[in-house]
């Protein structure tokens, strides 16, 4: 099946310790994003990647780290998370060019 | 920056009635999509419009990228209850076609009433 995945689903970290939120896909897709999601503000991107070592700073990249060694692997990294990163986060890939995009089920992530 | 105005913000129905539901832009797009949105998952995409005047279905779903390329529509018909969830428009602007950047529109929440 078709998918993006995205681990975990759901954390509660505390501010200052160091996150990963891992995000997979199995359509080898060129093209894969971050975005956020918070009340009243929609969607925003946070980075995205065209390829293989090529990323991008999004709309909203502060506070956030991203790589991508594998064309299927996208992680996000949080060096150090601060309480209005508290969010629900999800990832995406489409086919170059960017046309579609496919999000993953999403990461619900609280920063105390 | 760009933004888009998704309307109406929320709608209560009884089932088996349609739905409308439209975004506009202050500028043009080059790419119109919609999502659903059901609680605790990522959006799904639902329709893709790539040209002026574009009409395309799915199922009980109709969707039209506007003449003006500032605007799109999504049709509901014949609504059921597990149409419930947010729907969602995304516009690609011309020259983002590199960054994949897409503009979302604020969302519709739609309930269904059996």
């Known amino acids: 099946e078709a998918q993006v995945t995205q681990n975990p689903r759901y954390l509660i970290t505390v501010t200052g310790k160091k996150l990963t939120v891992t995000c997979s896909q199995n359509m080898n897709h060129e093209y894969m994003s971050w975005y956020r999601q918070d009340p009243g503000l929609g969607l925003r991107q946070i980075y995205y990647?065209?390829?293989?070592?090529?990323?991008d700073k999004g709309d909203v990249p502060e506070g956030y780290k991203v790589s991508r060694k594998e064309k299927r692997n996208f992680p996000l990294i949080l060096e150090s998370p601060s309480p209005n990163q508290t969010s629900l986060y999800f990832c995406a890939s489409s086919n170059r060019p960017p046309h579609e995009q496919y999000f993953g089920p999403g990461t619900r992530l609280t920063v105390t | 920056g760009q933004q888009l105005n998704q309307s109406p913000q929320s709608m209560f129905i009884q089932e088996g009635e349609d739905v409308s539901m439209n975004c506009t832009s202050s500028s043009i797009f080059n790419t119109w999509l919609w999502y659903k949105q059901d609680p605790g998952e990522g959006p799904v995409l639902l329709i893709a419009l790539y040209k002026a005047g574009e009409l395309t279905s799915n199922g009980r779903l109709t969707a039209q990228f506007g003449i003006t390329r500032k605007d799109s529509f999504l049709n509901i018909s014949a609504s059921i209850p597990s149409d419930v969830g947010i729907y969602f428009c995304a516009g690609r602007a011309p020259g983002s076609s590199n960054t994949g950047k897409l503009i979302f529109g604020q969302g519709t929440t739609l309930q269904v009433k059996p």
């Open positions: 990647s065209m390829n293989v070592e090529v990323t």
